[in-house]
Structures are given as structure tokens and as C-alpha cells.
């Protein structure tokens, strides 16, 4: 395909007058005043930008160009609800990265509604034909509904994040009214809240939720994205998670429901997607920054194209200022609705500085740390990328938590048994010293699962992907996963792997929670969710990726209400020590299937004894001083642990893939 010239705008339009002197142009997006809307976008290579305005056709306002390069100006008579865009005269020039094209319709970067065409879900971010067609999207004047505070930070050490996908979370509840499945309002129902502060958890961690659109190879096989990780807008809500699609509805209908969330004692932490657009790779949809500055916001590589480190076709640049103006702003933004933190999808694409390497002192981790409203912030990190140098687990700064996919991989290893896995799996269990250093352990978020791979019920069911719905051959998604079916792939009624996966499903459950660090759940896993073997479940806007509630048993869900309990029970502040099978001190070099480790002293030390084999052991129990005896808390072998004592020194048996939990009597 070869670029073309642009096409001069239809003739049917002229320009309208509009006023530039009402002092509301400084603001970018649209300001709505008393008799009218001020807008202003950036645009440095621009020669021309008109706003256009549809109210029942579409009419075209100059605006004015000031030394920043800044487009403003004032439409008088218009106001909440006015659905509007950009068209931008200027040079076109692909070589020097100049895309100006008045026949294309560009959303506003900074709106605070993006209306989605008749073909949301089947149509690319710019109309069928890519330019201004009658279904593409629009801007939407919207007023911001007022500052809120972001609740009080839960401690670092008491935080449990919970991962969850609104859409999918709340779809299937028979507890949520029809008409809110799948929306922000059904996520804050009595009924999901219910579940949410009667399991335990602190902090919601919501995958995107910015408007976001498909990849034209998705559409094409007939299917949607789902995750969201494909952002139209950092600013907008997804308006199809409003009760009615409108995104009159979904700003304040977001606002009410982290609101809802605040009261109930809730976090709420957004998965944002600032490091990549919808637009995608150079011959992708021209509906928005590669319209009004392309150079001004994306990575451009020595061969004049674009960096493509995101793996999705573009990634933005915060060493630009007019990027990193636009990032800022929206986290500003989210913020002033009440969020309470960031995770940062792909956070190495942002962290790289001047030059191109990662730098913790780069632009963007340098503006976030000294932001006055984003201080007090929860801020997590993703900390890779694809490019080269894109892997920085640890290299984050001090306040930033970071994904430990570490933690991941040694607790999988561990628990199917791999026999060099012990050692890192106790590093993990302890805390993560080896990667973060002397910072604190919560900066690592342990997971075991999280939305991009299996849930746990298919951790332990398969070993092999089964993505065939996703229209790739099955050759997506990892081919790797660490996992092993437990003597059966997929489902199976033989009732002795049943009860070995639901002891592994316990064990990995365990490993979350009693470790040091910051755990994350993934929504669902406490109520043994599948996707049926699917590992890349990106595009699956369907039952596969729903949480099926009538899956939930009880038993499971106060097994992990249990541990969460029993987390803020244990003294995990400083790390454990480390104890052999015998006993004895140990430094758990080499292979194995055992350890054991003993967080605190006196009566308020707790013994974990690890056992990743398939064999039963005979563990002898640690003889730390002021203790004379050990009583059972947890044994995951079991789904309601039996009561059990055994004086300090003793022996105790350790089922094969089990967890086992006793407290101190002195």
C-alpha cells in the first residue's frame, strides 16, 4: 500500500466565526463556559486546524494558532453533549513524519467523551473507508463532574490486589440487575461488592478502562478486543461500559462507581494503556496524534518509521514534551475523579530516556515523582517491553511497585515439582531480596496468574494451549506456561485429579499470600474459573472470558477469604528463616522438593513447611527459641485443615504439593 496525497475537504462546508479572545484557550480539550465551548488542541506543524461541529450536519470553526502551538478558540451557543472534531491543513510529508489531512476527522486527545459509531464493534476507529464517515468516532463535549479525593492509601503491607476486567467480572452475576451486567455500575452493585469486602481484598485493579477500539486483523476474523489494550482515548470512559453505551453516561457513572467502591473501603487502581495508540503501525487508522503532530508524540526509529517497541505498531514518547503533557494530563485526570493509582501497561516503553535506554531518571519517572497530585499515588509498574533493554524488574524507583513475573515462574516451577526450583522459589517466598534489594518487599507484586495467560483452575488442568478460538492457528499465546495438568488435559471426572488439582490450587493460593510482597488475585481464580485451556484470551468478549459464578464453591472462596485472613496474621516485615527437612538451619542451595521457613519470634512465630514433591515427608520441626509447640493453622491437602499439635523439634508429615501453616505456643 503507498501513502497518497491528501484530498482536498468537501466544498459542501465553510467556515464558520468564531471568538478567540475568551481567555479559556489555554485549558486543551473543551472548557464549557456559561455561553459557549472553548477548545484547544497541539498541533506544531500545523498551518490551519478547524473544530467541526455536528448538530444535525457539520460546521467548521478556524481556530486560532498561538507561539506554542496551540489551535484555540470559542463556539458560541453550543454545550454539553456537542459532538465535535478536528481537521487539520498543513503539510504531508511522510518523511518528515507530516500526516496533515483535512479530509480526516480526528478525535480531540484530550476529550473527556469518545462517541462510539453505530459499528463500535465491528468497525475501525475511523469509518470504513478511513476518512470522516458517517460512522466514525467523535469527540464529545463533556463537563468534568467535579474533583474527588482519592481514598487513604492502605498500607503497603496490608494491601491484597484483586485484577479484575469490568465487563467480564460482572456479566455473568445472576446477583446484578440485567441491564448493568457488564458495566461500571454492575461492578459497584451490592452484589459484587459483597463478594469483593467479603472476601478481602483492598484494592480492585481494573483492566482498562479508557475507550479503546479492535485491530483491523481482530475485526477481520470476526472478532473484537476485549482486554482494552488498544486505547482511542487515555481521558474517555469506554462508553459500551455505561448502562446505556453513551458517554454522557459513563463519566459520571465511572465517578459513582469508584465512589461506591470508596465507601465500601476499596482502592481502585487503573490498568492504563499511555504507551501506544489505536493507530497503530504507519498504514494503521489515522483518526487522532498521527493527524495533528505525528513526530510530537510517537517513537520514530533511525530508519525514519516507528519504534515499535510496544509490539502493537507505534509507542508514544514522554521524551517529547507534547506526549508527555498528554500522559500527565490524563493521570491528572483519572486522578481528580478519585482513582487511587496506576498500573502502567508496558512501563519500560515509558521509562526510556533521552537515549532510548531505560533511565529511573528518565522524563516520565521524573514527572510522576514530582507531581504534587499524582504524590500519594499507588504507581505499578509492568516493567518490560519488547524492545532491546526492555526488561527492568527491580530498576524501578523506590516508591514504584513492579509485576514479578519471577514469582510466577519459581512458584509454577516449584509446584509441578521441577527439582531445581526450590531455591528460587524460597526467594520468592521470602520476599524478592535478589531482584529489589533493599527496597521495600512490597514492591513486589506477586501473582500467579493474572488476565494475560490461564487462570488457575486451567494452571492446573492443562499443559498445552488451546487457543483455537482466537482464529490464529493456535499459534498465539505463550507456548510455555509452566504448568502441568496434574495427570489429565482439561476437565475430568477421575475423582483422585480432582482432589490433586484442588490441593494444588490450594498450595499455589497459599504461596500468594503467605509470601512477602504485595499479592494479586485474579478475579475469578477463587471461584474456579476456566477459560477452557485458552492462555491469549485478548479478543474473547464472550463466555469463554466471563466469570462464570455458578462455577463458585464455597468451600474455595472462604479457603481464600482463610488466607487472607491469615496473612495479616503472620510478621512478614522482615524475612524469614530458612529451614531444611531435618530441621536444621539452611540456605536451600541446590535441588529439592522441601523447606521450611519461620516468620517472627517467640509466640507470634509462624512455621511454613513447603512441599513441592510428589512423595509424603516426614519434616522435623524447627526448635526456634520461646517456642515448645506447633499447632496446625493450614494444611492445603485439605479443604478444612484438622486440628493438630506437635511439640517444637518434633516430627510432622507433609503431604506431597501441600502448604502447612502452625503457630507458636511458647
Known sequence: MQWRAPLRPPRAHILGRMRTDTGLQAALGATISEDGVAFAVRSQIAEQVEVCIFDGGERRFALTADMSGTHHGFVPGIGAGTRYGYRVHGPWDPEARAFCDPTKLLIDPWALG????????????????????????????????????SRSRVPADEAVIYEAHVRGLTRRHPGVPDHLRGTFLGLASDAVLEHLTTLGVTTVELMPVAAFGSEPFVLRRGLQQYWGYNSISFFAPHAPYASDQTPESALPEFVEMVDRLHEHGLEVVLDVVVNHTVEGEEHG????????????????????????????????????????????????????????????????????????????????????????????????????????????????????????????????RFWRSEWHALDGFARRVSGSADIFGDRSPWASINFVTAHDGYTLRDLVSYERRHNWANGEDNRDGHSDNLSWNTGHEGDTGEPGIRRLRDRRTRSFLASLFLSRGTPMLLAGDELRRTQWGNNNAYAQDSELSWVDWSQRTIALTQFVRFLIDLRHRIPLAEPPAWYGADGKPSHLRGGGHSFTTVHGAGDEAVLAIWNGGHEDLLIHTPKPTGVSRWHRLLDTTYEVSHPMEVKAGGVVRSHGFSVQVLGAQP
Open 285 to 412: 487508522p489515522h483518526c487522532s496524534l498521527r493527524g495533528l503532530d505525528d513526530a510530537a508524540y510517537y517513537r520514530i526509529g533511525a530508519d525514519g518509521r516507528y519504534d515499535n517497541i510496544t509490539g502493537t505498531g507505534n509507542a508514544l514518547d514522554p521524551t517529547k514534551p507534547d506526549a508527555l503533557e498528554l500522559i500527565l494530563g490524563s493521570l491528572r485526570h483519572w486522578a481528580s475523579l478519585g482513582v487511587d493509582g496506576f498500573r502502567f501497561d508496558l512501563a519500560s516503553a515509558l521509562g526510556r530516556g533521552d537515549s532510548g535506554g531505560f533511565d529511573p531518571d528518565g522524563p516520565f519517572l521524573e514527572a510522576v515523582a514530582n507531581d504534587p497530585d499524582l504524590a500519594d499515588l499507588r504507581l505499578i509498574a509492568e516493567p518490560w517491553d519488547i524492545g532491546a533493554g526492555g526488561y527492568q524488574l527491580g530498576n524501578y524507583p523506590d516508591r514504584w511497585a513492579e509485576w514479578n513475573d519471577r514469582f510466577r515462574d519459581d512458584a509454577r
Open 114 to 149: 469518545i462517541d462510539p459509531p453505530s459499528s463500535w464493534h465491528a468497525g475501525s476507529c475511523t469509518g470504513e473507508e478511513g476518512d470522516s464517515a458517517p460512522n466514525g468516532l467523535r469527540s464529545v463535549v463533556l463537563p468534568h463532574p467535579g474533583r474527588r479525593k
